[in-house]
């Protein structure tokens, strides 16, 4: 880039003696708003990316909440009343309780798998038995700016909490 003086005032011509105000040379009339244009988008690029960041870790961090929730509802081995008659399936009754606890729209991200020691994969497992809940995330980037970057835009990643389920009634194991 040039450098561009500003010309030094000088008196004017006119009754009032006033200074001319200063002036810069004309061919350095768009230096000033290229420069801007260059650290706007720079500064924008950076903004949006820290407000990205921030809403990642913010969904990692309640995903990791919501799974710890229904580990710890899915050791009583309780039931959620289901408002058609009846009661949820365990394993259903701790989605449900994943659900209510995650911010609305984390969970639909999210693949969920249950498992316990005895009864493997699907299983909440019986008394005493230990159940692992793990929800896999895909979270989709919401800076504009990113998409150029190779990748499939999305922050990928698990959450999952084990506990040891409570002694409880064998018959509620389903």
Not at 30 to 48: D, N, S, W, Y
Request: net charge positive; hydrophobic share 40%.
């Amino acid at each position: 880039m040039r450098n561009c003086p500003i010309r030094p005032a000088t008196k004017s011509l006119h009754r009032t003696r006033l200074l001319k105000p200063l002036t810069r040379n004309r061919a350095c009339r768009g230096q000033a708003l290229v420069e801007v244009a260059l650290v706007l988008m720079t500064f924008f690029l950076l903004a949006f990316a820290i407000i990205d960041f921030s809403w990642l870790m913010f969904s990692q961090m309640n995903i990791q909440d919501a799974v710890r929730e229904a580990g710890r509802y899915a050791s009583t081995g309780n039931h959620i009343p289901n408002p058609a008659g009846g009661t949820y399936s365990r394993i259903q009754s701790i989605t449900q309780i994943l659900d209510a606890t995650a911010i609305q729209g984390n969970v639909n991200n999210c693949a969920v798998a249950i498992s316990s020691a005895v009864g493997g994969v699907g299983s909440a497992g019986g008394p005493g038995d230990t159940v692992t809940i793990t929800a896999t995330c895909s979270i989709p980037l919401l800076t504009p700016g990113l998409n150029w970057f190779p990748g499939n835009h999305k922050f990928n990643f698990t959450a999952s909490a084990t506990f040891v389920n409570e002694p409880f009634p064998p018959s509620e194991t389903t």
